[in-house]
């Protein structure tokens, strides 16, 4: 069975500060893909990242950065120097290739990113 | 490009009654999945529809139920509603011609039952 934990349940920050969201997964599974969603006030899911698992360079876009470990199975997030737009909830989730070519991701239960002006 | 939407935005049924969601896709896209997302939690995986039938389900009951038209669009339907069905349903969409493309996903349907 597949499993993702987000062991912060709310990360609160000033603007500026920079910030890492921690992802530890669980997976049988020799090749599995793994996903950071940002979910705004609004409801609606944004994806932001996806890294198969043969895939193990981190990635940098912009101000996020992503740093994947098999070693640890962890695929942490990082925002370098936080503004308050980055306020969300953010999810980690994997997925398994799936037979379809369609992901079934599961996601853990989300950190709240707090960044006060 | 629209992107994936969702009706209605906002709905509350009572205990016993049945709802019905309505999603449709972005465009492009021919596979729509659903997922339930209590209040706190991570979205869980419902069911995926492809070529108008059922691909995967998730763990959840026959309660659940859904369909898919062929213009991809796609209702998910809960009958005998339980208070623990409330949640915000989110419904996603891809392409099965593009392999293991990422789901897009809709701003959702925020259900209360009381």
């Known amino acids: 069975a597949q499993k993702v934990t987000q062991a912060q349940t709310e990360i609160s920050v000033v603007e500026k500060e920079d910030v890492t969201l921690d992802c530890v997964y669980e997976?049988?599974?020799?090749?599995?893909?793994l996903f950071w969603y940002k979910q705004p006030p609004s409801g609606e899911l944004v994806f932001l990242i996806r890294r198969n698992s043969f895939d193990e360079q981190n990635e940098i876009s912009g101000r996020y950065s992503w740093n994947f470990q098999k070693s640890t199975s962890s695929f942490n997030f990082t925002i370098t120097a936080s503004q308050v737009v980055d306020s969300a909830v953010y999810f980690c989730a994997l997925s398994e290739a799936t037979a379809g070519g369609s992901y079934i991701p599961t996601f853990g239960r989300g950190t709240s990113l707090i960044v006060h002006p | 490009d629209a992107g994936v939407t969702q009706s209605p935005t906002h709905l509350i049924k009572t205990r016993g009654q049945q709802v019905t969601l309505r999603c449709s896709p972005k465009?492009?896209?021919?596979?729509v999945s659903w997922y339930q997302q209590a209040l706190g939690q991570g979205p869980q995986f419902i069911f995926q529809y492809y070529e108008e039938e059922e691909r995967q389900r998730g763990n959840f009951p026959d309660r659940f139920s859904g369909h898919q038209f062929p213009n991809y669009s796609s209702e998910l339907n809960v009958n005998a509603l339980l208070l623990g069905d409330s949640a915000l349903y989110l419904c996603a969409s891809s392409s099965n011609r593009v392999y293991q493309e990422t789901q897009y996903f809709g701003p959702g349907t925020r259900l209360l039952v009381l």
């Open positions: 997976t049988r599974d020799t090749t599995y893909y």
């Open positions: 465009s492009g896209h021919d596979t």
